[in-house]
Nanobody
Framework: QVQLVESGGGLVQPGGSLRLSCAAS????????MDWYRQAPGKQREFVAG???????NYADSVKGRFTISRDNAKNTMYLQMNSLKPEDTAVYYC???????????????WGQGTQVTVSS
């Protein structure tokens, strides 16, 4: 049973920082790309940042220069360092990963349960 578990969300004032973590566990052979998405109330889920197994990164324009994505392949864990947070960053943040359960098997898409980030004074 594969699980993605996010942590690190919470309430922060505008201009503050938070660090989210996403830990993958279970019978995983390898993890390809990992991503962060977010969904604000009444809005569609949107891409925030992604990172390849080799460390290549990309970001949504709205978070460039403020958020940094990283991963520790040895721990099957991904991080999102969020600085200079704004009220419009308020959302549930979801972890996503494309991974293989066996070396020759297909790639599966998994999602975490989400962690709430609220930016408010």
């Amino acid at each position: 049973q594969v699980q993605l578990v996010e942590s690190g969300g919470g309430l922060v004032q505008p201009g503050g920082s938070l660090r989210l973590s996403c830990a993958a566990s279970g019978s995983i052979f390898s993890i390809n790309g990992m991503d962060w998405y977010r969904q604000a109330p009444g809005k569609q889920r949107e891409f925030v940042a992604g990172i390849t197994s080799g460390g290549g990164t990309n970001y949504a324009d709205s978070v460039k220069g403020r958020f940094t994505i990283s991963r520790d392949n040895a721990k099957n864990t991904m991080y999102l360092q969020m600085n200079s947070l704004k009220p419009e960053d308020t959302a549930v943040y979801y972890c996503h990963a494309n991974l293989r359960l066996t070396g020759s098997g297909p790639i599966y898409s998994y999602w975490g349960q989400g962690t709430q980030v609220t930016v408010s004074s």
